[in-house]
């Protein structure tokens, strides 16, 4: 059986292929230049091929001038009213217990809840004192007189 050589597109060196199909390169490093070079020159190429037109003969197109948008006093006020009609009808539509609070709102809350909660399953201190949970502090304190604030 005769062997069949090829030839190396990029070295040009003769070589038996060690697969079925055709092989245009004799290693992974001739296809790998091989790329790289079709590559670069594709770019050179793009480059060379740009044509140099003096500037007295360019045509230059001048931009289409179109509508210029102003800031006008009448556009900020429709803007004003546009928000503020929004902002309304978002107000008289939507019920109070799902408006988002406020900080009247917390103060009014913080008035209304204790600052002291007597804690039952603790047992009173080695003087007889009870013990009462801080809101504010987190900590529990003992004392003989129940808090009410």
């Known amino acids: 059986m005769e062997t069949e050589f090829y ?19 004799c290693s992974n490093t001739c296809r790998s230049k091989a790329h790289h070079a079709r590559k670069t ?7 060379e091929s740009l044509e140099i037109v003096p500037i007295e003969s360019a045509k230059i197109d001048k ?21 503020l009609t929004a902002d309304t009808l978002k107000h008289i539509l939507t019920a109070p ?3 988002p609070s406020t900080k009247g709102d917390i103060a009014n809350l913080k008035a209304l809840i204790k ?8 047992p009173p201190n080695t003087q007889g004192a009870l013990p009462y949970f801080d809101i504010e502090t987190g900590e529990v304190k003992y004392s003989f007189m129940p808090f009410y604030g």
């Open 7 to 25: 030839t190396c597109e990029y070295c040009y060196k003769e070589f038996e292929p060690k697969r079925r199909r055709v092989q245009k390169y």
């Open 41 to 47: 020159t594709s770019k050179i190429t793009k480059v």
């Open 63 to 83: 931009p289409s001038i179109g509508k210029i948008d102003k800031m006008s006093a009448s556009g900020v006020g429709n803007s004003a009213i546009g928000t």
């Open 97 to 99: 217990q799902n408006r």
């Open 115 to 122: 600052r002291y909660h007597k804690v039952k399953n603790l």
